[in-house]
T-cell receptor
Framework: LAKTTQPISMDSYEGQEVNITCSHN???????ITWYQQFPSQGPRFIIQ???TKVTNEVASLFIPADRKSSTLSLPRVSLSDTAVYYC?????????????FGKGNQVVVIP | SQTIHQWPATLVQPVGSPLSLECTVE??????LYWYRQAAGRGLQLLFY??????ISSEVPQNLSASRPQDRQFILSSKKLLLSDSGFYLC????????????FGPGTRLTVL
């Protein structure tokens, strides 16, 4: 599984757009980029997955440049409840290769 | 809809005692099942995963074991707990067609004293 690098923590003000970055320089051709969110004392929750360019759902947008060596998760107009750890994962995830490798993630704190 | 249950929610056990954590999934068939552990201040570590009844793969050597006696039941066990076994244990499931999207249970907070 490709290794990912994320900032340890970041702060953001309520109501702002938050962009959370992830580096994955050795991403393979078949790898997808997946993001999870974890609140304290809860299990992670899937947010979004993408392969290239831009993916958007009701929760977030994922931006992936052409070289795919990094990705940015964008959360629009965050609220205090968006304070959580955000994990970036990269992997093939095809049948038989189903091991998600969670790092320490990026602790995002939303400030009033 | 699918739901995943874990129990107990919290557990305090002495060193050397046995452990049994149970996880069950409802609303789906033949799920992939996973056990993770999260130690304080650390990321999630995959301990075991299973793609079917009786099929268990271990990711790290340890004094823990897992079993899947039924399609939607996953059990994590230990014969003798160590202090280092303390942590937050999470069970998760995924479908065979979308393994990147795992659904996690509420977790068990285990403290070994």
């Amino acid at each position: 599984l490709a290794k990912t690098t994320q900032p340890i923590s970041m702060d953001s003000y309520e109501g702002q757009e938050v962009n959370i970055t992830c580096s994955h320089n050795n991403i393979a051709t078949n790898d997808y980029i997946t993001w999870y969110q974890q609140f304290p004392s809860q299990g992670p929750r899937f947010i979004i997955q993408g392969y290239k360019t831009k993916v958007t759902n009701e929760v977030a947008s994922l931006f992936i440049p052409a070289d795919r060596k990094s990705s940015t998760l964008s959360l629009p107009r965050v609220s205090l409840s968006d304070t959580a750890v955000y994990y970036c994962l990269v992997g093939d995830f095809l049948y038989g290769n189903n091991r998600l490798a969670f790092g320490k993630g990026n602790q995002v704190v939303v400030i009033p | 809809s699918q739901t995943i249950h874990q129990w107990p929610a919290t557990l305090v056990q002495p060193v050397g005692s046995p452990l049994s954590l149970e996880c069950t999934v409802e609303g789906t068939s033949n799920p992939n099942l996973y056990w993770y552990r999260q130690a304080a201040g650390r990321g999630l570590q995959l301990l075991f995963y299973s793609v079917g009844i009786g099929q268990i793969s271990s990711e790290v050597p340890q004094n823990l074991s897992a079993s899947r006696p039924q399609d939607r039941q996953f059990i994590l066990s230990s014969k003798k707990l160590l202090l280092s076994d303390s942590g937050f244990y999470l069970c998760a499931w995924s479908s065979g067609l979308a393994e990147y999207e795992q659904f996690f249970g509420p977790g068990t907070r285990l403290t070994v004293l």
